[in-house]
């Protein structure tokens, strides 16, 4: 999400949280390196499965010798809400209800930046494959892409509702209510969202709405989350082709006989989506296998495999932990880049060059995304985060896949291109000075010259009484003074006048033409940029 506040922006957006004290919902969660006898082997394995400067990212650094004089804390604050204890969901209309356990939903504010990413996770056990493709492919929906006949929001749940650990409803969905959403479009040409999202977000209020909020959010990407699942099968190797497809591309539920999209389009699925390291159909000891699409990250394994189930030196507790991290850190890339390149279009939007408080107001807003781009590059932006296999190659396709190399090279060339612009344009703006003083300087010599050649004075009045001298004085500057003026209000002409002087091609008749030209040339408007 990008964050709004009054202000155009600031550097720690979870402050406005912590000032509402008891009234917040949302409340931070301490890190694991607090007291050392807590500190579990999960946290340790967690760790060191970064490179150094993405541990200090992630983690901080902790005090040396000296004192916190390095990197100092961590630039990414977490905050947690805890009132939210079940999500009871209803897939299609008659069907019956799904209960979830929620395990926790988050905020992670990122310093220096408007971004914030929610981070929910639930869990359930022993669902039919089908009803797992189903969940994945709904539940994850801020907004209704269409409505169906029925009434019921397109591609969504019928029903989502957050209850509390006494099992009372908090938020309910309303992807049905069509009209509120078309209105929303046709007055903002934004989309709202789903009343439950709305409620778990409080006390952020998104953008164009009429709540009150300390923070106002927009969305960065369209209505589908960015989505991690962890899927635990007794046997993994029966599943087909079209139910590995169906889970790597989140697409709606259907037979395991058929594939999703046409035979073309999955030619090359196993080489784009699968990472089979620890997959093998035929091997019952390699049935780990991971699912990557971009804005999906699934991981497919065998439930009575210790290496697969173990929460704490397992995969599952990887796919918590490391696996969460790597998709955080990738997805973080992506919307900071689409958060740069929309303020660039913000800020080409409102320039208008024969306004020069729009153009100052642009110069200023460019030299902002500058500053910030360069201070993302330096602390945020990595090609690579672990020198482990596993995660390293997970992390280059999950990037391959959301194009965040491409996307960062096009913004940091839009903004470099800004930034020439306004340097260009500085220094042309100087020479425009030049010119000008140019000129000045020219007739101010013929001038001094005249007036003071040998130190001569033409006129003997110090013997003349003081109102005389000042009189005199007030003639001279007077016109010195208007001559001036012309000189820097001519000052371009003169100086095409200066330049044909000096070019001995000329004539003397077309030299003076030039000149005579100059003073009947008409004033134009002048120029603001």
Not at 116 to 139: M, Q, R, S, Y
Not at 280 to 302: M, Q
Not at 395 to 419: G, P, W
């Amino acid at each position: 999400m990008h964050a709004h506040v009054r202000e155009p922006h600031i550097s720690k957006y979870w402050e406005l949280l912590e000032v509402l004290g008891d009234a917040c919902p949302w409340r931070e969660v301490d890190d694991e390196f607090g007291d050392p006898d807590d500190f579990q082997e999960r946290h340790y394995k967690e760790f060191i499965t970064f490179l150094p400067y993405v541990q200090r990212f992630l983690y901080g650094e902790g005090a040396g010798r000296e004192g916190h004089a390095g990197y100092g804390k961590s630039p990414i604050r977490v905050f947690r809400r805890r009132d939210i204890a079940q999500m009871r969901v209803i897939l299609d209309q008659g069907m019956p209800p799904l209960l979830f356990q929620v395990a926790h939903a988050d905020l992670h504010f990122f310093y220096d930046l408007d971004i914030v990413i929610l981070a929910i996770e639930f869990f359930a056990n022993d669902i039919p494959l089908l009803l797992a493709e189903d969940v994945l492919f709904k539940v994850g929906r801020t907004y209704p892409g269409f409505w169906e006949a029925n009434g019921q929001g397109g591609q969504c749940p019928y029903r989502v509702e957050w209850l509390s650990g006494a099992g009372e409803v908090l938020a309910v969905s309303d992807y049905e209510n069509r009209r509120k959403y078309l209105q929303f479009v046709c007055q903002h040409r934004s989309p709202t969202i789903a009343t439950h999202w709305e409620f778990l977000l409080r006390p952020l209020a998104l953008y164009h709405s009429d709540q009150e909020g300390v923070i106002r959010y927009r969305q960065i990407e369209y209505h589908r989350m960015p989505l991690l699942a962890y899927l635990s099968f007794n046997e993994p190797q029966t599943l087909t082709r079209g139910d590995f497809a169906r889970l790597a591309l989140i697409t709606k539920a259907g037979s395991s006989d058929t594939l999703p999209y046409s035979e073309a389009e999955l030619a090359h699925f196993e080489r784009d989506y699968c990472y089979d390291k620890f997959w093998d159909p035929s091997n019952e000891e390699l049935s780990s296998r991971y699912l990557c699409c971009g804005h999906s990250f699934v991981i497919v394994g065998k439930a009575s495999q210790r290496f697969f189930a173990d929460p704490n030196t397992g995969l599952l507790g990887q796919f918590r932990h490391q696996y969460f991290l790597v998709n955080l850190i990738a997805h973080f890339h992506k919307a900071t880049l689409m958060l740069f390149s929309e303020w660039l279009v913000i800020a080409i939007s409102q320039l208008d060059i024969r306004d020069m408080e729009s153009v100052k107001t642009f110069k200023r807003e460019i030299r902002r995304i500058m500053e910030t781009f360069l201070r993302f590059t330096h602390r945020y932006w990595f090609h690579e985060v672990s020198n482990q296999a596993q995660a390293r190659d997970l992390f280059r396709m999950l990037t391959n896949h959301l194009e965040t190399d491409r996307i960062y090279q096009d913004v940091s060339a839009a903004v470099k291109e800004m930034n020439a612009y306004l340097d260009s344009d500085g220094l042309r703006r100087q020479a425009n000075t030049v010119v000008r003083l140019t000129v000045v300087t020219t007739l101010g010599l013929i001038a001094t010259v005249a007036t003071g050649f040998l130190g001569m004075n033409i006129f003997d009045e110090a013997d003349n009484p003081i109102w005389l001298k000042a009189l005199i004085l007030l003639g001279v500057i007077s016109p010195s003074v208007l001559l001036v003026i012309y000189a820097v209000t001519k000052s371009k002409a003169l100086s095409d006048f200066l330049e044909a002087l000096s070019d001995e091609r000329l004539s003397w008749r077309e030299k003076f033409a030039i000149l005579f030209k100059v003073l009947r040339k008409p004033r134009h408007r002048p120029e603001h940029l």
